[in-house]
């Protein structure tokens, strides 16, 4: 069964870095699409980047582009996402998810077959 955690969430004054990082476990995740989503108080999930894990290609949502980079480690089957330049509005519960390999990369929650419990990110101003 596929088993994804997250950790590195935390707080961050504006201008700074995180590193979030979701170790995954119980699948063959060569076959899969990696994503990470966010999730604002009182907003919808949306989409933040993903990364087809048998070939390294990354897709990222226009607002996060330039500043966040998704990537993973094959020998530790973990995927990462390093954010740059936080800003207030990046302030969410970051949630990783896997989703089985398929032509176009997924960047709709309900193509995401499993998810892990999320992680807080909270940027200050």
């Known amino acids: 069964q596929v088993q994804l955690v997250e950790s590195g969430g935390g707080l961050v004054q504006a201008g700074g870095s995180l590193r979030l990082s979701c170790a995954a476990s119980?699948?063959?995740?060569?076959?899969?699409?990696m994503g990470w989503f966010r999730q604002a108080l009182g907003k919808e999930r949306e989409f933040v980047a993903a990364?087809?894990?048998?070939?390294?290609?990354?897709y990222y949502a226009d607002s996060v582009k330039g500043r966040f980079t998704i990537s993973r480690d094959n020998a530790k089957n973990t995927v990462y996402l390093q954010m740059n330049s936080l800003k207030p509005e990046d302030t969410a519960v970051y949630s990783c998810?896997?989703?089985?390999?398929?032509?176009?990369?997924?960047?709709?929650?309900?193509?995401?077959?499993?998810w892990g419990q999320g992680t807080q990110v909270t940027v200050s101003s």
């Open positions: 998810a896997a989703a089985r390999q398929q032509l176009v990369v997924p960047t709709r929650a309900t193509e995401y077959g499993y």
């Open positions: 990364i087809r894990w048998s070939t390294g290609n990354t």
């Open positions: 119980g699948g063959t995740f060569s076959r899969y699409y």
